[in-house]
């Protein structure tokens, strides 16, 4: 978990992305040779396929009817039930589906962002800070992940139902704003892409320790960041469990929701489908913001600002 | 092109060149809250994180331990003392030890090509591609998918009678599969359903961290002639140590929990009828949630965690050994000699 | 994005979920002030899962006659969540004031009925006995509102009859399975020869309609587990093995395959009880053929049925008493026969003319009324469920899915099954 051993300063200067290199109108030779070959795009191709065909699997069947699914002769053209299929879920009582939208957005979304915040804070001092105890509680910390969690639902229920609040959304954000397993990759991260040097730096120059993290840690960590606050997304919106234990019918989230279409005898598959569709638009439109994050070089930020 | 933070205040007569000059004994107020900003500020930076986890994520485990040496009524609320008697229970379960096998089969079956294939699609997305953003968001598609959508199309997929698979198969000759039935077949189907899921996440993780490696290392290895492979082996790998950790870690833990995938295997959720893809966690799930006997599931999480613990430290020894911790040593130094010669 | 505006957004981030927090935090204190006296505006909760028949009309009826009180209806998608629910809150807060429980769980719940709230004099009597009966406890407290009961039949596909030289109108198929499950199983056996394919669903509807004969097939109420060397047991499940195995489609219903069956034709015929039919319907909406026999081997069985309860720990006890009352009235059962194919275990209304007469047009106009009324008449025993029925009748039905996927044989999958139970 220590830094890996970085080049001077001198070396490190140099060390801009591409993209930033290009906007000067530079001519740039990137590392691994030249543009990426056939070979590569081959490889992605083959990859993104095998994602995307299930959602279009999906869509086919969302936009079927309820014998689309065993049906054996299945086309691969979809039916045109789609918006009908998604109508009827929207609209199905049963389902809460707008209030259950909203509440999935707002509770993710705080979610992940505290989260991001707080591992970030801690992952940070975990990896530049040397303080006493450190490595015992960050091994700690890690080691509590391994603890399953089917059976916490029920000391939770009984601390959230003294608390009153059940029923309440925040039942569903409080256990989750914090993240071992947040802070577990952004001490890796961290650890991996700051070097000391340039906390040495800020630190000669008369930085606090504040302003050293949010000049140099802040900046170091927003494609981790970005990329947690995804993942911690994306895994409060799919959450299941205690959702289901805590909250009441009136007010769920989605998952919780969406699993009213279904039913011990018979269920429709198309509108179950159409429904989960419904659902993952909100993250698809989520996607197209972070991704952006995502692409974009670290070391300059840090250097450079 | 300077290195030199710009954003660092750096006024003429900065505290710390003060200190330099004033013996030691004698402490600026300014100094002693720097020394006092050193020293507290960790802490109070983990602190909220602390706090709340104190709360909520210790108190659930906190119960579990608890309750794992006592015959616990959940409606009650009550328990009595039994001591060791739910642990050596289940360790004289032959379910148990069947789930054990299992879990371990699915966990190889998965984690490895699922680190393998990461390592490969990251090093792919690494490179200069077009449409940087819809590639990488694309390979995460697969983790934004519900879980009954997944289960659907994989049930679909391996149907014994009617699956995809088995009628590709069967038209070009092949037997069919027993998905169901057959204990491997079955590791086999619920791997892909895991790696499905988690190859692109994982894919991810890794590109973020490849793409803080400095691009110098790079150059200079291709300079001094090394292909992609000895580069990728030499500097990428190295470089990634920390993450890698992470990735193995993680995938350690989440992969002797599976719980999901062999839930939505098929429409019992109980693992089969010969236990053949009962994995621990499940057998977990259904003492504690279907028989309600909370003090025995509690005591087989912590045995989990036992082996979880046991497994991870052997696989973080492998992880250290096999991944040094040079940072590309030889090619980068010689990288360095060359650019002081030539540095103005 | 540029550093600077990253850090701004940070910050702005960080600001608005600590806000988001103190403000959700708030929102979760600010919960339900207490109600005050009665006649005050009552708002009653009624969970239930799968179709009950309660639907917003009926719900209606009653807000109607009383104004004050408002009913929210909440519908758990799967009996198991429901369960899971129920005893998850059971004793603490969050249950709704009125609870279904499936008789699949209830004697679990039963352990707990000091949790429960018990039913008025006014209300005792007019169920089935052995239905009241499975709901008091040994205190004597009637607990449960008994619901519905599901007395078996045999709907089968007339046009696979026919086409197999099987007799095929109601009358004459319920002459053809009059008789013990020999007799069953022999009628499978011509099916199977004239036409090669399964005329049973599943191994286990079989299995259950034995079990469900049986009186005391894995314990009895002293205690003494019986589950190993229960001479019914085992004939049950040598014959399900033997016999059964052969002619049926699958091991286990409710699979995606299984549903399709309804449709496509892999099996003829299944063991039905009342609420069945619609499940039937809702597989198979475009085949004609299906049909309800009035027969069943060895006369009836029950399969099924469920309870309302009301936690005593509830904010509106007395209220919640009164609705489950009317719900499990004779009236509203009758209703709710018609709604949802719940078939009524209130004495009352078997015998009124709106369930007597009712008929079934997806089933070709079948009588069902009068059909499940002579099946539920004909059920003799009343199968003791214990705590651990469930386990003890899982194990049994994992050892017979054994058998059908040939993993293990007969003898075999019994062994497994008898060191199993010996384990529990």
């Known amino acids: ?305 | 092109m300077t290195a030199t933070d710009t954003r660092a205040t750096t006024s003429p007569d900065s505290p710390a060149q003060k200190t330099e000059r004033t013996p030691r004994h004698i402490m600026s107020f300014s100094n002693r809250l720097s020394r006092w900003d050193l020293k507290v500020s960790p802490y109070l930076y983990i602190s909220p994180f602390f706090i709340l986890f104190v709360i909520v994520g210790l108190f659930p485990i906190a119960y579990t331990a608890v309750i794992s040496f006592q015959e616990w009524d959940l409606v009650r609320n009550t328990g009595t003392f039994v001591g060791l008697d739910q642990y050596i229970w289940i360790l004289s379960q032959e379910q148990f030890w069947v789930a054990l096998r299992n879990t371990f089969s699915i966990f190889i079956l998965s984690s490895v090509p699922q680190i393998i294939l990461a390592l490969f699609i990251a090093a792919m997305l690494d490179r200069n591609i077009r449409a940087k953003t819809f590639w990488r968001m694309s390979v995460l598609l697969p983790f934004v998918m519900a879980p009954v959508a997944v289960a659907l199309i994989f049930s679909n997929l391996f149907g014994d009678n009617h699956g995809l698979v088995n009628t590709v198969l069967t038209n070009i000759g092949l037997p069919a599969i027993p998905w169901h039935k057959d204990p491997f077949w079955s590791h086999i189907a619920i791997a892909t359903m895991v790696n499905f899921r988690w190859t692109g996440y994982n894919a991810l993780i890794l590109l973020a961290a490849m793409q803080a490696v400095p691009r110098e290392y790079y150059e200079a290895a291709t300079v001094d002639g090394a292909n992609a492979f000895r580069q990728f082996w030499s500097i990428t790998l190295p470089s990634l140590r920390p993450t890698l950790i992470f990735v193995i870690i993680t995938s350690t833990i989440g992969g002797l929990q599976i719980f999901d995938e062999p839930r939505m295997y098929d429409q019992n959720g109980n693992g089969g009828a010969d236990q053949q893809w009962l994995t621990i966690t499940l057998y977990l799930y259904k003492i504690g949630w279907g028989e309600f006997n909370f003090g025995r599931a509690a005591a087989l999480a912590w045995i989990l965690f036992l082996i979880i613990m046991v497994i991870g430290l052997i696989n973080l020894a492998i992880t250290r050994r096999l991944v040094r911790d040079e940072g590309g040593r030889g090619v980068v130094r010689q990288r360095r000699r060359l650019r002081k010669g030539a540095h103005k | 994005m540029n550093s600077r505006a990253f850090r701004r957004s940070a910050a702005a981030v960080a600001a608005f979920s600590a806000t988001a927090i103190v403000l959700a935090g708030c929102a979760g204190g600010a919960g339900d002030s207490p109600s005050a006296d009665s006649d005050e505006k009552i708002t009653l909760t009624l969970a239930t899962f799968n179709d009950f028949g309660y639907d917003d009309e009926l719900l209606q009826e009653y807000m109607d006659e009383n104004p004050n009180i408002t009913i929210v209806h909440n519908k758990a998608a799967i009996s198991q969540d429901a369960r899971t629910n129920f005893f998850a809150k059971l004793g603490k807060e969050g249950l709704a004031d009125i609870e279904a429980v499936e008789v699949d769980w209830f004697t679990e719940a039963m352990q707990y009925s000091d949790l429960l709230a018990e039913v008025p004099d006014s209300a005792k009597g007019r169920w089935l006995e052995w239905k009241e009966a499975a709901a008091t406890d040994p205190d004597g407290r009637l607990v449960g509102f008994g619901t519905d009961i599901g007395p078996q039949a045999i709907c089968y596909r007339a046009d696979l009859f026919a086409a197999a030289g099987l007799p095929s109108t109601p009358d004459e198929v319920a002459a053809l399975f009059d008789g013990d499950w020999n007799n069953y199983f022999d009628v499978a056996d011509q099916y199977k020869a004239a036409t090669g394919k399964p005329m049973i669903d599943s191994a286990h509807s079989v299995f259950q309609g034995m079990v469900n004969q049986i009186e005391f097939p894995y314990d009895e109420p002293d205690g003494t587990v019986v589950a190993t060397d229960n001479p019914e047991l085992e004939d049950a499940y040598n014959a399900v093995v033997e016999r059964a195995i052969p002619n049926s489609a699958y091991a286990a219903q409710w699979s995606d395959d299984w549903n399709a069956s309804m449709a496509n034709g892999e099996f003829a015929s299944m063991l039905c009880p009342a609420w069945m039919l619609g499940i039937i319907e809702g597989n198979a909406p475009e085949v004609t053929g299906w049909e309800v026999a009035n027969a069943f081997p060895n006369g009836g069985g029950n399969w099924g049925g469920s309870y309302l309860t009301v936690p005593a720990n509830g904010k509106n006890v007395e209220a919640a008493l009164a609705l489950a009352d009317w719900l499990t009235s004779a009236a509203t059962q009758e209703k709710t026969f018609v709604n949802a194919g719940q078939y009524p275990s209130v004495i009352e209304a078997q015998s009124s003319p709106a369930i007597v007469d009712s008929t079934n047009a997806y089933f070709n106009d079948a009588p069902t009324g009068t059909i499940f009324g002579e099946r539920s008449e004909a059920v003799t025993v009343n199968t003791y469920k214990s705590v651990d029925f469930i386990k003890y009748n899982q194990a049994l039905q994992d050892a017979i899915t054994r058998v059908f996927d040939g993993l293990e044989d007969q003898q075999t999958a019994w062994d497994t099954y008898v060191a199993e139970v010996e384990a529990f």
Do not use: H
């Not at chain 1, 299930?54 to 039916?79: C, E, K, R």
């Not at chain 1, 591992?119 to 910390?141: E, Q, Y």
């Not at chain 1, 609040?165 to 704003?177: F, H, N, R």
């Open chain 1, 1 to 305: 978990m220590s830094a890996i051993s970085t080049p001077p300063l001198a070396v490190v200067e140099e060390n801009l992305p591409n993209d930033r290199r290009r906007r000067r109108g530079e001519r740039t030779t990137r590392i691994r040779g030249t543009r990426a070959g056939f070979w590569v795009y081959l490889g992605l191709a083959v990859v993104i396929v095998a994602a995307i065909f299930p959602y279009y699997w999906s869509f086919l069947i969302g936009s079927g009817d309820a014998s689309t699914l065993n049906d054996p002769n299945m086309s691969w053209i979809p039916g045109g039930n789609f918006i009908a299929n998604a109508i009827t879920v929207m609209n199905n009582p049963a389902v809460n589906f707008w209030p259950a939208l909203w509440n999935s957005i707002f509770s993710s979304t705080v979610i992940a962002a505290s989260v991001v915040v707080f591992s970030t804070l801690a992952g940070w001092a975990f990896a530049k800070l040397r303080f006493r105890g450190s490595k015992g509680l960050l091994i700690f910390v890690v080691a509590t992940l391994a603890v399953p969690t089917q059976l916490g639902v029920v000391p939770l229920y009984i601390l959230f139902s003294d608390l009153g609040w059940t029923g309440q959304i925040g039942a569903i954000i409080v256990p989750a704003l914090t993240s071992a397993f947040g802070v577990f990759w952004m001490t890796q991260y961290l650890s991996q892409t700051v070097p000391d040097e340039l906390i040495e730096a800020a630190r000669v120059d008369g930085a606090s320790m504040l302003r050293t993290f949010w000049t140099v840690g802040v900046v170091a960590a927003r494609p981790a960041a970005a990329m947690l606050f995804l993942f911690t997304f994306v895994g409060a919106w799919n959450q299941f469990f205690w959702p289901f234990i805590v909250l009441d019918r009136q007010s769920p989230t989605l998952p919780v929701a969406l699993s009213l279409l279904q039913s011990n005898y018979f269920v429709d598959y198309s509108i179950v489908l159409a429904g989960v569709l419904l659902a993952t638009i909100p993250l698809l439109i989520l996607f197209a913001f972070a991704g952006k994050q995502l692409v974009s070089g670290i070391m300059a930020g840090a250097v450079k600002g």
